[in-house]
Nanobody
Framework: QVQLQESGPGLVKPSQTLSLTCTVSGGSITTDYYYWSWIRQPPGKGLEWIGAIRYSGNSYYNPSLKSRTSIYWASSKNQFTLQLSSVTPEDTAVYYC??????????????WGQGTQVTVSS
């Protein structure tokens, strides 16, 4: 059974770059069958898809965040990283990574990490 675990700093200052890593264990990633995604949920709001990557390295981004977002595989290839630049307090959210067969993951399907809180504040 695949497991995903998010990690990274819980506090980021405005205008800095947020960087989170998702570590994948217990399952194969060496296939383009799956999309590996980042999603976030701001306080009091719904889930927002940020972007996704496939094993081949092809990436897909939410148009509203594309100019500030980069998702890539780490050299170990069992980790993928989210970088979100020029953050503001509006980027405060719980950030999740997930695996699904669809580019935008379903909240009731696939595999999700437990989430990590990121607060943007000076």
């Amino acid at each position: 059974q695949v497991q995903l675990q998010e990690s990274g700093p819980g506090l980021v200052k405005p205008s800095q770059t947020l960087s989170l890593t998702c570590t994948v264990s217990g399952g194969s990633i060496t296939t383009d069958y799956y999309y590996w995604s980042w999603i976030r949920q701001p306080p009091g709001k719904g889930l927002e898809w940020i972007g996704a990557i496939r094993y081949s390295g092809n990436s897909y981004y939410n148009p509203s965040l594309k100019s500030r977002t980069s998702i890539y595989w780490a050299s170990s290839k069992n980790q993928f990283t989210l970088q979100l630049s020029s953050v503001t307090p509006e980027d405060t959210a719980v950030y999740y990574c997930a695996r699904d067969t669809r580019v935008v993951p379903r909240s009731d399907f696939g595999s999700w990490g437990q989430g990590t809180q990121v607060t943007v504040s000076s």
